[in-house]
């Protein structure tokens, strides 16, 4: 297996992104990417504490669920954890979005709120890509948006973790997985930017493509390459 990573503020102020992996207990291993909602205070203070929130919590429990109650559970702990950080902090609103992939055994657990994305390439043929939860997304499979109408929605999302009382109801996909297969996880100002064929063949030349892109990407952009 292996493994790339990549994270750059571009031309915020701030990087509110938030990258973490790593090996789990009986060969499994996880990745997230936390994406701090930019509207909102401390986007990343907001997707540190997701992030890692989820990460600990599987890595505790992963002998205590089987993997579609794990994730589901590790959700509900991050928000509880991000509601703590909120009300220490005495503020309002914080939130993010979430992708994550949970690779246990022969299978890929694949989970997101927002519009953070995964992808799935076999064969070097994308076979699988979450679904946005955004405003743009569904007004799309209702009528045709007028170009102009894309940047007013584009960053408004129907589904994240804003440690409150209630919690969104994540998706969880369970695909089986073949040794080759690739999945990309990147946040929305990665796959906005750059064509995503282009994360397949990850390696330092594309980092120094990517370092150039700061000074014209408008918002954060970040991925996680995961080769099998």
């Known amino acids: 297996m292996e493994v790339f990573e990549y ?18 207990p009986y060969g499994a ?22 992030g890692d929130a989820i990460f600990d919590f599987v890595e505790l429990n992963i002998t205590q669920y089987e993997p579609l109650k794990l994730l589901k559970e590790a959700i509900s ?21 979430i992708a994550i992939l949970l690779i246990l055994d022969e299978y890929a657990y694949i989970s997101w709120l927002g519009d953070s994305r995964i992808y799935m390439f076999r064969n070097s043929k994308e076979v699988y890509r979450t679904e946005d939860h955004s405003i743009l997304n569904e007004m799309t499979k209702v009528k045709t948006l007028h170009p102009s109408n894309y940047e007013k929605y584009s960053a408004i999302v129907t589904k994240s973790i804003m440690g409150c009382e209630v919690v969104d109801v994540a998706p969880i996909k369970r695909i089986k997985v073949e040794s080759g297969d690739v999945f990309i996880l990147c946040s929305d100002g990665f796959y906005k930017e750059v064509e995503i064929r282009k994360a397949l063949d990850f390696n330092s030349r594309l980092s120094e493509y990517l370092d150039g892109l700061a000074s014209y990407v408008s918002d954060n952009y970040s991925l996680i390459k995961v080769a099998l």
């Not at 702990?77 to 979005?97: E, H, I, Q, T, Y």
């Open 7 to 24: 994270t750059n503020k571009g031309c915020r102020e701030e990087n509110q992104d938030y990258v973490v992996h790593g090996s789990l």
């Open 29 to 50: 291993s996880i990745y997230i990417i936390a994406d701090g909602m930019g509207g909102y205070s401390n986007g990343a203070v907001a997707s540190k504490t997701v």
């Open 77 to 97: 702990f991050a928000n509880d954890s991000l509601m703590l950080k909120r009300l220490a902090k005495k503020k309002k609103k914080m939130g993010c979005v």
